[in-house]
């Protein structure tokens, strides 16, 4: 006999939440119930488009049986949005950044440990099928050189690239390297909005790990990429593709050659992954492979991403914007 579907909805239905609206409503052993945003007709809209109901507002989860939710609002709104459902009862993959400050983050987990809640931070490229094969054989890493590159859209223009496109990366060093940052210089400026457009770090770990990281979302191509070094090895990552190369020395021969290897990987979107393994945490109650606290170290190494961005705008007296005025 099969399991009861877990009902789901999505509240916020923007570019993010348009895409959790459509994986849901696919997935198995979820049932979509509805979606909630507070604009009545973008809502209407994508109601429409993918078959399924407007749920008036939060106070309407309860009587349709909504056991979990994407949330997928504004950053400023995660941490009393997120708390309301967890408080609630409700299970939550807030998207990413998981808060607007690390004090909003701590609300957002006391509130999913009080109830015994899910709370799931919403970075997706933890589960690209690049990293997860990756995962598997990484030792000691020790250089990184991770490239984010992206074509200007006007979404997600209230928060900074590095809390917008960098955080997924910061992410995935954190859970490679699993060491404290020692030492980082960061610059960055804004180039078309307001915020920083473009941001480039050097970050250190207590295991002599240094990378350069470097993400963009005003560039004339899409690129998304990292590769890493470590003993007699070099991983390149390729996240658009979706695969992993490892590049080692084949030793045993008087000349030893260089040997390429495609790391097994299964492809899949990882949007419908993350998912998956959310419904997977809910159904069972085990603790998410990216939990809130993963989310709060990302944005808590963000955050010193960007104090590096100040300091050197300051160093330099960079006129480009006032640093009062970021973030």
């Known amino acids: 006999m099969s399991e009861k579907p877990i009902r789901v909805a999505v509240v916020g239905v923007g570019e993010f939440g348009k895409n959790h609206v459509r994986v849901w409503r696919e997935l198995e052993g979820a049932e979509l119930a509805g979606i909630v945003d507070t604009n009545a007709e973008q809502a209407r809209k994508i109601a429409e488009e993918f078959g399924t109901r407007v749920i008036p507002g939060l106070d309407a989860l309860a009587a349709e049986r909504v056991q979990a939710v994407s949330l997928a609002v ?44 899910i709370l799931q931070a919403g970075h997706v490229e933890r589960f690209n099928p690049a990293v997860a094969a990756a995962q598997k054989i990484v030792s000691r890493p020790m250089f990184f050189e991770v490239h984010r590159l992206g074509i200007f859209t006007p979404r997600s223009l209230d928060i900074d690239v590095v809390y917008d496109v960098m955080i997924h990366d910061l992410d995935i060093l954190l859970s490679l390297v699993n060491a404290p940052v020692v030492d980082l210089k960061a610059v960055g400026i804004p180039v078309i909005t307001d915020k920083v457009d473009i941001a480039h770090a050097r970050i250190e770990f207590s295991t002599g790990t240094v990378a350069n ?3 963009s979302r005003v560039s004339t191509e899409r690129v998304r990429k990292m590769r890493f070094f470590q003993e007699h090895e070099y991983i390149s990552l390729d996240f658009a593709r979706q695969d992993a190369l490892r590049i080692r020395v084949q030793p045993g021969s008087p000349q030893p050659g260089i040997g390429f290897e495609k790391l097994p990987a299964t492809p899949e979107e990882p949007l419908r992954a993350e998912l998956r393994a959310f419904l997977e945490s809910v159904r069972t109650r085990k603790p998410p492979v990216v939990d ?19 300091e050197h705008a300051r160093r330099v007296q960079l006129g480009a914007f006032s640093p009062q005025e970021v973030r």
Do not use: F, Q, W, Y
């Not at 950053?75 to 950044?97: F, Q, S």
């Not at 809130?292 to 100040?310: E, Q």
């Open 74 to 117: 504004p950053t400023k709104e995660h941490a009393n949005i997120g708390c309301r459902l967890l408080d609630a009862g409700v299970d939550v993959l807030v998207e990413k950044p998981i808060a607007a400050s690390l004090d909003e983050a701590d609300r957002l987990i006391a509130s999913a440990e009080r109830g015994g809640g």
């Open 213 to 215: 990281v470097t993400a």
């Open 292 to 310: 809130g606290a993963a989310g709060r170290r990302a944005l808590a190494l963000a955050d010193r991403v960007m104090a590096g961005i100040l």
